[in-house]
Each structure stands twice: as C-alpha cells, then as structure tokens.
C-alpha cells in the first residue's frame, strides 16, 4: 500500500513538472490593418486593429515621439507583418532622424480596453 502511494505522489510531481502554462497564440497583423493609433507618451503607443487594442512599448523614450506634430513613422523589418517587437521601429517624422526601437508589443485584455482613459484609446 505505502508503495502505491509513493507511485501516486511520485507520477503526480512528474505531471506537474511536465504541466506549464499554454502560450498565447502568436498573432500577427500587417501595417494595413491598423486603423487608429495613439500616442499615449514618449515610449508607449497604443493602436487599433479591428476590434483589438494593442500597446506597444519602446525600449527607451523617443525624443518628441508625444509632441511631434508631424506624427511618428512606423518602419518594418522584413514583411510587412507585425508579429513581435523586433519587427517594428518608430521614427519621429520632423527630419531630425533617430530610431527607436520595439521593446513589447501585447494584446490589451477588454477590461485594460475599458480602463484607458478616453484620450489613450485608438
């Protein structure tokens, strides 16, 4: 019987350590689809695909990306698919030049959605 339960325990600890959490599913989307964006500050931009929200972090604050009136210029690295950060840099359209990088790029759960200040909300 003791035997039966050390099994037990032992064939339970290994399901655990084999059980990790399920990944999202890696969405990508193209450039064409993004319908209205919003710069939230000098390293955070928030933009609108279809029904979907996502933010985009950069690695570091680019210089006048909130108060550029010229807007921002959103450059690819390859396809014209955006799947993780590394496809995605962001210049400030005022002839200056500079290049800031992606550093994350999520979905917005509909509760984050709702939570956005008007003003933030593509």
Do not use: W
């Not at 599913?25 to 319908?35: L, M, N, P």
């Amino acid at each position: 019987m003791r035997g039966l339960i050390l099994s037990a325990i032992a064939l339970a600890a290994c399901s655990a350590a084999h059980a990790q959490p399920a990944k999202p599913a890696r969405v990508c989307f193209s450039t064409r689809q993004i319908d209205r964006s919003v710069v939230v500050d000098d390293s955070t931009i928030n933009f609108r695909v279809g029904r979907q929200v996502y933010q985009m972090k950069l690695a570091g604050a680019c210089p006048r990306l909130k108060d550029n009136i010229g807007g921002y210029i959103m450059s690819l690295k390859g396809s014209d698919q955006i799947c993780e950060p590394l496809d995605v840099q962001i210049s400030v359209n005022d002839n200056i030049g500079g290049v800031c990088n992606a550093k994350s790029l999520r979905r917005l759960t509909p509760g984050e959605i709702s939570a956005l200040p008007k003003k933030d909300n593509p």
